[in-house]
């Protein structure tokens, strides 16, 4: 069975700082792996999507790496805001047939003015 | 539509009463999902849709639990004889379909949208 964790479960830091959150999973053998944030009382929004073949991704302040060999993905922010305050979830999908996503616990994130 | 929309956003009921939660998917997307979020157990997956057919139910907790799926678009999660335990966030997401090559309006197809979900408290 797929376990996914996050490290760590919570992380405060001061504005401007870079920062890296981590994912791993047990089973390499997945498809895509997603990051996903969630803000208080709303849904999921889709950052980043990293296909198994692919080694990272990028958007804006935003990159997220894959080693899905060593099961590892990690979340780059550069230059954090007080608006990345939210929590941050991984989340793999073992293949393409349909299946779910298994997610990590998240990483819930405060960046201070 | 926009986005993935469930409906209620928030739903309080007395232990016992059966409950309906609706999910109402990006027009197009013929992958249907529902997941559970509760505290302390992060999010889990409950039920997949590819169109009306559910090939996989394996995250249905018990046979309270139900969902349907018609016209390839609305999807409805019950849940009978509601338990305080099944207080959770109930989040519903869609995606394109799986197979096939392209994206559309800059959707890639394997990425999942998630609606905003439904507070189910059990009292």
């Known amino acids: 069975k797929q376990e996914v964790t996050q490290i760590p479960a919570a992380l405060s830091v001061p504005e401007g700082e870079n920062l890296v959150l981590n994912c791993s999973f047990t089973?390499?053998?997945?498809?895509?792996l997603q990051w996903f944030r969630q803000d208080p009382g709303k849904g999921l929004t889709s950052l980043l999507l990293?296909?198994?073949?692919?080694r990272e991704q990028t958007s804006g302040r935003l990159n997220a790496s894959l080693d899905k060999s060593s099961g590892r993905s990690t979340l780059y922010i550069a230059a954090s805001q007080p608006g990345d305050s939210a929590t941050y979830l991984c989340a793999v999908r073992k293949n393409n047939a349909g299946n779910m996503l298994t997610f990590g616990g998240g990483t819930r994130l405060m960046v201070k003015p | 539509g926009a986005g993935v929309s469930q409906s209620p956003s928030n739903k309080v009921t007395e232990k016992g009463k059966d409950v309906e939660l609706r999910c109402d998917p990006i027009?197009?997307?013929?992958?249907l999902y529902w997941y559970r979020q509760s505290l302390g157990q992060g999010l889990e997956f409950l039920i997949y849709f590819q169109g009306n057919s559910a090939p996989d139910k394996s995250g249905l907790p018990s046979d309270r639990f139900s969902a349907e799926r018609t016209g390839g678009s609305v999807s409805t999660l019950t849940i009978q004889r509601t338990q305080q335990e099944d207080s959770a966030v109930y989040l519903c997401?869609?995606?394109?379909?799986?197979?096939?090559?392209?994206?559309?309006?800059?959707?890639?197809?394997?990425?999942?949208?998630f609606g905003a979900g439904t507070r189910l408290s059990v009292l």
């Open positions: 089973d390499s053998a997945i498809y895509n």
């Open positions: 990293i296909q198994s073949s692919q």
């Open positions: 027009s197009g997307h013929t992958a």
């Open positions: 997401a869609s995606s394109l379909p799986l197979t096939g090559g392209g994206a559309e309006g800059g959707r890639a197809k394997n990425i999942q949208y």
